[in-house]
């Protein structure tokens, strides 16, 4: 009997509506992944302003939409929403949960990922704003063992969210490597929403059906491993070869050696067979050799700096000279007025902002011109000098400075570093708990 | 043998970790799988990219979905939180490679399936 499950989530701010219609058409699980390497930072944010927060805010409403798919003993939720602090957002779940007036609902919370406060011992910076392992599944199959309905966690390898259900139902052994490895496929394949269901598709992109409501992806996994991606019917984009290969090796780095907590698959040995009517079969998966380590990965945030940004429109004629006139002026300004910008960025909107010196324009003048200057200074005081010189620019820079756009013009913004580091499973391991409890 | 730009032979996706950035090449047979692989190296990635990678650029294969990988360091200006650039993650990287010209076999040109073009945009 196969498995369902729906890739609710890709990141924190993803849609909501399409996980209705993932709950609609059926799923065993949702599941939510929130997490990418940038978020905790935010959430860290978050929490220093509150102690309560630094879990992705929108948990609750996801817990209203899963709801009565959840009471009516059809579909479980799994997430790592928690984020900074799945403590607090196990509560929220449970607060949720309890205004919805609902009862007999076991919601667990995995902890253990964080270790900042073993910076020192871990050799990690000690300005660390935080430092997490990615968990893998097992804390994950634990609670669904216990019986949990929802599982809130922290941070957890996005692929451990799915490939713990598959566990759980399949009595997966840990050292069954190719069957670990095809459930790492499949959630990989699922863990960033519609980029597997016709979103960011590199090909004919303008042919997904309904554009503006693309589907949510489904995975329909066999006690094999092997699955069928779909998608809920009557929702928009596509599921097809194109689109299914585009996202297996998105952000995987050495495909034949993937890397997740449980397991290291090896993508190249899989096959995806095109089914027809948005279905693609994924098979064949295994291990690499080795097929396991014996650390997890780590993300450590420190912070690095201030920036800040200006942005400039200019029109024809000419306007890229005056564009690149308009940064010079900043810079020099800035150099008057001794501030100390450890780097600078130009681009050229229209010109070279994303391509750089790949992006050749020779044939025509391009129609509009926006130049970017972006600064990193130490301090925040340092970085905030330089936007009074933009105003100035009105009247006494080159002609025909336009708006570009509402809501920039804020002012500077912290930067930060992240490095990946290696700890000890075991040293991990030792302080994972997972809690229960019934509301 | 004929020159062709890459966006008309195969599709492109770039996502980011840390400071690497990360493009796959998908074709859409084998001969023209066959053709990237001489063509696209990583040297000539690296060259091409320019000012925008400045480490390194591995190159790994994936036969079984027709399909390079380009993992290049330091290529993101310090990586996403970090970068003064506008794309901080690349995720226009598979685009900018898209923009290179390759020389391959005459029919492997005459089979490219991706120079159609979305709907022209309301003429002016």
Redesign the interface.
């Known amino acids: 009997m196969a498995v369902r499950l729906g890739g609710g989530q890709g990141f924190y701010g993803d849609g909501h509506a399409p996980v209705d219609d993932l709950l609609a058409a059926g799923v065993d699980y949702l599941v939510c992944e929130a997490l990418a390497e940038l978020t905790l930072a935010i959430l860290q944010k978050d929490r220093q302003r509150d102690e309560s927060l630094g879990y992705t805010r929108d948990l609750p409403l996801y817990v209203h939409q899963v709801m009565p798919y959840l009471l009516d003993g059809r579909t479980r939720f799994i997430t790592n929403a928690g984020g900074i602090n799945p403590v607090a957002a196990g509560r929220a779940v449970v607060g949720a949960a309890r205004s919805l007036g609902v009862s007999g609902v076991k919601v667990a919370t995995v902890v253990g990922d964080d270790v900042r406060p073993r910076a020192d011992e871990l050799g990690l910076p000690d300005d660390a704003l935080f430092a997490n392992a990615y968990l893998g599944a097992r804390p994950i199959v634990q609670a669904l063992d216990d019986g949990a309905q929802i599982v809130i966690t922290g941070r957890v390898a996005d692929a451990a969210l799915f490939l713990a259900p598959l566990v759980h139902e399949f009595g997966w052994a840990w050292d069954d490597y190719d069957s670990l490895a095809a459930g790492v496929v499949v959630g990989h394949l699922l863990e960033c929403s519609g980029q597997v269901t016709g979103g960011n598709y590199s090909g004919a992109w303008w042919t997904n059906a309904d554009p503006t409501r693309i589907g949510f992806p489904i995975g329909e996994v066999e006690p094999d491993g092997s699955a069928v991606i779909t998608k809920p019917p009557g929702t928009g984009g596509m599921v097809t070869f194109d689109t299914v290969r585009e996202q297996l090796l998105y952000e995987v780095h050495d495909p034949a050696r993937y890397f997740s907590p449980d397991v290291v698959a090896d993508f190249t040995s899989l096959s995806l067979d095109d089914l027809g009517g948005d279905r693609v079969r994924v098979s064949g998966t295994r291990a690499a050799t080795p097929p396991s380590t014996d650390t997890y990965k780590g993300l450590v945030c420190t912070p690095a700096g201030y920036a800040g940004e200006a942005r400039l429109a200019y029109s024809w004629p000419d306007a890229e000279a005056k564009a690149r006139a308009a940064l010079m002026f900043l810079r020099k300004r800035a150099e008057q007025k001794g501030v100390p910008v450890e780097e600078w960025r130009e681009e050229y909107f229209g010109v070279d902002a994303f391509g750089g010196s790949t992006a050749h324009n020779d044939d025509c003048e391009p129609p509009e011109v926006i130049g970017r200057l972006a600064w990193r200074t130490a301090d925040r005081d340092s970085a905030a000098r330089i936007a009074p010189e933009v105003g100035v620019l009105g009247l006494s820079g080159p002609p025909t400075l336009s708006g570009t756009g509402r809501g920039r013009g804020g002012g500077p913004s912290q930067l930060l570093a992240v490095e990946p580091f290696y700890v000890d499973k075991k040293l991990v391991d030792d302080q994972v708990r997972v809690e229960v409890e019934e509301v | 043998m004929a020159r062709i730009q890459l966006r008309d032979l195969c599709?492109?996706?770039s996502?980011?970790?840390?400071d690497?950035s990360?493009v796959?090449l998908?074709a859409d047979d084998e001969a023209a799988y066959e053709a990237l692989l001489g063509e696209v190296t990583p040297d000539r990635v690296k060259a091409?990219?320019?000012?925008?990678v400045t480490g390194d650029v591995?190159r790994?294969?994936?036969?079984?979905?027709?399909?390079l990988?380009f993992?290049m360091h330091g290529a993101l200006?310090?990586?996403?939180?970090?970068s003064?650039?506008?794309?901080n993650l690349g995720k226009?990287h598979?685009?900018?490679l898209?923009?290179m010209w390759v020389d391959v076999p005459d029919d492997v040109a005459a089979n490219a399936r991706?120079r159609?073009r979305?709907?022209a945009p309301p003429t002016r």
Not at chain 2, 15 to 18: I, L, V
Not at chain 2, 84 to 87: F, G, P, T, V
Request: proline residues 6%; glycine residues 14%.
């Open positions: 599709g492109a996706r996502g980011d970790k840390g690497i990360d796959s998908f091409h990219f320019a000012e925008l591995e790994y294969e994936a036969r079984n979905v027709l399909a990988k993992v200006g310090g990586g996403a939180p970090r003064l650039r506008s794309d226009t598979g685009a900018t898209l923009r991706r159609v979305p709907p």
